[in-house]
């Protein structure tokens, strides 16, 4: 399939999508309603596309987890393109169109897209789910804004030069049951999350280093709502211990949080996410880490009630 095959099919492709250009990473919306196709240097992903990338520090070991994606996607019968700009660490394969997929809810797109990329490319890709509102990447076939080099076509795998796909229905479906175990998940939880059980959620971050990610936007943050609405007793012997695990700036950082929390509620939703991308298991964490009957941490105390523990503040 020739490169101008290629991007006649990309031009159309994304002609039938919404999609945000960028002509720097760091530009603001506002900015990004008038710039064009023509004059981008980056685009964000489609809901109906997958982008994988393994940008690793070591070379080879991006290099073998590119091929061994390949060979998964391949082996499957999937259409895509590799792009790649010179002195770039690592390749960005593209699957473009898969039908169906930029029709269903934004959360089992998501859920489909780590699915899909646990299958094929392993936990340990780098980009190819939307995450948050806007996923900046290179435009192909155009000069990479941070190398300079031009983002070329370097390899194609398609059905006599279709690169549409099918959706997987094993995978939507695993999708939506997902989605559906997590939101009566967070609905069970948050009924008794009301009732003040927090305190599974202090002696988890307190006991374990989190991973950097999001760490600063969902953990610390959820943890300045609740020292703002005062349910977290002791807590400059947490704080301390935070900064301790983590970083002298942890002090500065939930004092900005705590000025922005107020009136805000904890949210049980953004942890089950933050446990969902790093691999840890909501339930076994908050079962971990839940106080047993009539212990007290923190300045808890648990009651146990049918059919579900309730969890009092300690007075």
Not at 3 to 28: A, G, H, P, R
Not at 49 to 72: C, G, P, W
Not at 148 to 166: A, F, P, V
């Amino acid at each position: 399939m020739k490169k101008s095959d290629v991007l006649k099919f990309l031009n159309q492709y994304l002609d039938s999508q919404t999609v945000e250009y960028m002509t720097t990473i760091y530009e603001k919306r506002s900015v990004r309603r008038n710039v064009t196709r023509t004059n981008a240097q980056l685009r964000g992903i489609t809901d109906g596309e997958i982008v994988v990338e393994f940008d690793k520090d070591n070379v080879m070991r991006s290099f073998y987890l590119t091929q061994l994606a390949i060979r998964r996607l391949k082996n499957k019968g999937y259409n895509f393109v590799i792009w790649k700009a010179q002195n770039s660490r690592s390749a960005h394969i593209h699957i473009y169109d898969i039908i169906g997929l930029d029709k269903v809810d934004h959360e089992i797109n998501r859920e489909y897209k780590k699915l899909f990329l646990k299958k094929y490319a392993t936990e340990e890709s780098d980009i190819g789910i939307n995450t948050k509102s806007f996923s900046a990447i290179a435009m192909e076939n155009k000069p990479h804004f941070k190398h300079g080099t031009l983002k070329d076509l370097i390899y194609t795998n398609h059905n006599q030069g279709n690169l549409s796909n099918r959706l997987e229905m094993s995978l939507l479906q695993q999708a939506r049951a997902n989605v559906l175990a997590r939101k009566q998940t967070e609905e069970e939880v948050r009924e008794i999350t009301n009732n003040y059980d927090n305190t599974w959620f202090v002696e988890w971050i307190t006991s374990e280093e989190l991973p950097k990610g999001k760490r600063d936007s969902i953990i610390l943050k959820n943890f300045s709502i609740l020292l703002e609405q005062g349910l977290v007793q002791r807590e400059e012997e947490v704080i301390q211990k935070l900064s301790e695990m983590y970083n002298t700036k942890v002090y500065n950082l939930i004092k900005q949080w705590r000025k922005w929390a107020k009136g805000k509620y904890f949210s049980v939703g953004e942890i089950i996410t933050f446990c969902d991308d790093f691999g840890y298991n909501f339930g076994e964490i908050r079962k971990k880490y839940l106080a047993n009957d009539g212990d007290e941490k923190f300045g808890f105390k648990v009651i146990k009630r049918s059919p579900k523990n309730v969890i009092r503040k300690f007075s």
